[in-house]
């Protein structure tokens, strides 16, 4: 991705992120789960930039919305949170070996184990610092990617089991993911959610003193109680963007969409009737009508798979009090609008995605756009495009 921007203030464009939309989307998932699970704990997960919201603002907002946990995927973003400052626990997931394990147990980061590699090195680093650390085991329940199947999951239990006895390690939590939590009447979600029962009851039996038992990402939380047990993890959610756009928009959930993308017209000009529009001329001009220019493109993060082809609209854009769409191809640095006799002027404010219920195009929209889902839209957002704060 692109460096942030320098001079923030003279980008033609910005992600306007709405902090309160945050913590209030934390509080109400809180208490949507509290409501069965009185004791349920939410952690906010903030890898990825915050799905693009910016790492340390989100969190803290998250924190204030009462999430009790963090989770990253990556140490590097674990420590990122630390060395800002942010409190509250921190559990991060994915490493490779050679994962700086002393750093995160020292600076009192909850560490995941998935193979049995990443079992010896927490230990090692738990003996090098003399500094207990706080495992979860990722449990492999179905769906096929990271953490290790009932048949192994021996192999890491084991050596944490030891250590466990020696005082090195506490194994702190049993988790896994769901490979069909956005579709909730899936034969898989049952049967993960047992072969997850079975895991825990393995985990207890053998001596484990579990303080976090957690399956549910957000589609989890909103549709599946169920899968709530200690502790829920919701990541786009936290953002105010459904994760079962099929099942309901952010409204059905009370979620606020926290993030508004907006860019400033650059060029308004007059075209002729058939003047081919942008690369390839995937857009022919229908009558003598004006353009609107917009500075933004694919090196900001704009899918170009949201393109207009063969004259059929591309991607939505807010502009001029109408709902319009992306004329012909999205260019690296700059989409092109055909705004007709709409009484817009350079320097107007386009509003590509925000908060639907404001009469903006949503993030789901854009998804719909461009083939893929609202997550990729917020994440991809370059760093070149600043982030302005609401508080
Ligand atoms: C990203 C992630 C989440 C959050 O998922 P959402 O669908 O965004 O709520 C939860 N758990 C794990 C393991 C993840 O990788």
Redesign the pocket.
């Known amino acids: 991705m692109s460096q942030p921007s320098q001079f923030p203030a003279l980008y033609p464009a910005r992600a306007i992120i709405d902090l309160p939309a945050i913590s209030h989307n934390v509080a109400s998932m809180t208490s949507r789960v509290r409501s069965h699970h009185p004791q349920a704990q939410v952690m906010a997960?903030v890898?990825a930039n915050a799905?693009g919201h910016g790492l340390v603002p989100s969190a803290r907002a998250a924190l204030q919305g009462g999430a009790t946990w963090l989770?990253v995927?990556q140490a590097s973003e674990a420590l990122a949170l630390r060395s800002a400052g942010v409190p509250g626990r921190i559990l991060t997931?994915l490493y490779a070996p050679g994962v700086p394990f002393a750093e995160l147990l020292a600076a009192d980061i909850d560490v995941s184990v998935a193979a049995p590699w990443a079992a010896h090195q927490v230990i090692a680093a738990a003996r090098d610092t003399g500094v207990q650390a706080r495992v979860h085991v990722k449990v492999d329940t179905g769906l096929g990617r990271n953490g290790a199947t009932l048949d192994h999951v021996g192999e890491i239990l084991d050596p944490l089991l030891d250590a466990q006895r020696a005082g090195l390690v506490s194994i702190t939590g049993v988790w896994s993911?769901f490979a069909f939590?956005d579709e909730p009447d899936h034969p898989t979600v049952v049967a993960q959610a047992h072969v997850f029962d079975q895991a825990i009851a393995l985990f207890e039996r053998e001596g484990a003193h579990l303080e976090v038992r957690h399956l549910a990402?957000?589609?989890a939380?909103l549709t599946n109680p169920a899968a709530t047990y200690d502790l829920v993890?919701?990541?786009?959610?936290v953002y105010g963007l459904s994760?079962v756009p099929h099942l309901g928009g952010p409204q059905d959930f009370d979620l606020r969409p926290a993030m508004t993308l907006e860019a400033d017209v650059a060029t308004v000009k007059d075209l002729p009737a058939g003047h081919g529009v942008s690369y390839a001329h995937h857009y022919l001009t229908q009558r003598d009508t004006r353009l609107a220019v917009l500075p933004v493109g694919y090196a900001d993060g704009i899918p170009r798979h949201a393109s207009g082809a063969h004259n059929e609209p591309g991607g939505p854009i807010a502009l001029g009090g109408k709902r319009l769409a992306i004329a012909g191809r999205v260019c690296m640095d700059q989409v092109v609008v055909d705004i007709g006799d709409l009484p817009v002027v350079e320097g107007d404010r386009a509003v590509l995605f925000g908060d639907p219920s404001a009469g903006v195009p949503g993030a789901q929209d854009w998804a719909d756009a461009a083939g893929t889902i609202s997550?990729e839209i917020t994440t991809r957002l370059a760093d070149r495009v600043p982030r302005i704060y609401l508080t």
């Not at 993890?233 to 959610?237: C, D, E, S, V, Y």
């Open positions: 997960v890898k799905y989770g995927a997931w993911h939590a990402n957000s589609a939380t993890r919701p990541g786009l959610a994760p997550y």
